[in-house]
């Protein structure tokens, strides 16, 4: 179980600039995967190079560098549960399904909640993944907010321009967080 829980959240301790760099390499047109696919017959795509890979790739990079912290962070809720709850529940006939949804679910909903708000904050500031795979391209097809934000104030000068994406950048992440934060009553079943 240890092993497998370093395995799984090395990545989050990693470097993002040298993980999204050992992807770029893996993800070129002769790279790891197009080797990997090669040898199963296919003929893999340019993921860099072509609009719906690209931005594909960089979802992927992202997903794998934080579904560690995902992991651990929801181990923990799990590990939260008391047993007696499911032995109890057990005993009174309920399915394993009905004990899922009846008592594991409610009890690890401040831990959904919590890492739906770090998943969404987090996939909003995606930067470096852009900026070291793709640089926005092909065209602008993974050109995101944050990136943009720093293209039009860093490479042309547009301070101005970059400080009122920053605002926006920072208004979306506050209304969704404070959407969530309010959904939580709906969510987390314990919240009073």
Do not use: C
């Not at 080797?35 to 594909?56: F, Q, S």
């Amino acid at each position: 179980m240890t092993v497998f829980r370093t395995i799984f959240f090395s990545p989050v301790v990693i470097s993002l600039v040298a993980w999204t760099i050992v992807w770029g390499f893996l993800l070129q047109s002769n790279g790891g995967i197009n080797g990997l696919l090669a040898t199963v017959g296919i003929d893999g795509p340019n993921w860099l190079r072509e609009g719906w890979g690209a931005m594909l790739a960089v979802i992927v990079v992202q997903v794998f560098k934080n579904v560690g912290l995902n992991m651990v962070l929801f181990l923990s809720a799990l590990q939260g549960v008391p047993r007696e709850l499911h032995e109890a529940a057990r005993i009174d006939g309920a399915s394993d399904p009905a004990i899922f949804r009846r008592i594991t679910l409610p009890l690890i909903s401040p831990m959904i909640m919590l890492t739906s708000i770090i998943t969404i904050v987090g996939s909003l500031q995606v930067f470096a993944q852009v900026a070291v795979l793709t640089q926005g391209g092909p065209g602008i097809s993974t050109t995101v907010l944050v990136y943009y934000l720093v293209q039009q104030s860093f490479d042309f000068h547009q301070f101005g321009y970059g400080s009122t994406l920053a605002i926006v950048l920072f208004l979306i992440v506050l209304v969704l967080t404070i959407a969530q934060w309010q959904l939580r009553k709906r969510w987390v079943h314990y919240e009073s």
